[in-house]
Nanobody, 124 residues
C-alpha cells in the first residue's frame, strides 16, 4: 500500500508557473505508475498526465501538452507536475494517484491510491 500527499499548489497569475509535488510513503513506490488528475468546480475529474514506474513512458492531456511535464524521482519517492504558461482554465484541485498496473491509459479507474489534492488557482 502507498499513501500520497500533494503539495505546491497556490495562487498564480496567468502565464506563471507552479511545481506540484506528490510525495509517497512506502518502500515500493517505484513499482507504481503515477498520474495527475484535476477537478474544477462543477466539472468532472480530468486526466492531466501520467508517468510509468520506470519513467520510460509519459502521457499528457492535449490541453496541457507543451506546458506541463511530469518528472519523477524514485530515490525521493516523489513525482512532480511542472506547470508552465498557466491559464485561468487550469484552475482546479490537482490530485495524484498511483496505479499498480502500469497501463498507459488516462482512465482514473486504473488507479488504486489517491491523494487528497492541492488547490491551484490561476488569475487572469
Amino acid at each position: 500500500q502507498v499513501q500520497l500527499v500533494e503539495s505546491g499548489g497556490g495562487l498564480v497569475q496567468a502565464g506563471g508557473s507552479l511545481r506540484l509535488s506528490c510525495a509517497a510513503s512506502g518502500r515500493t513506490f517505484n513499482n507504481y505508475a503515477i498520474g495527475w488528475f484535476r477537478q474544477a468546480p462543477g466539472k468532472e475529474r480530468e486526466f492531466v498526465a501520467r508517468i510509468s514506474w520506470s519513467s520510460s513512458s509519459t502521457r499528457y492531456a492535449d490541453s496541457v501538452k507543451g506546458r506541463f511535464t511530469i518528472p519523477r524521482d524514485n530515490a525521493k519517492n516523489t513525482v512532480y507536475l511542472q506547470m508552465n504558461s498557466l491559464k485561468p482554465e487550469d484552475t482546479a484541485v490537482y490530485c495524484c494517484a498511483a496505479a499498480v498496473v502500469d497501463v498507459n491509459s488516462p482512465s482514473p479507474k486504473l488507479y488504486d491510491y489517491w491523494g487528497q489534492g492541492t488547490q491551484v488557482t490561476v488569475s487572469s
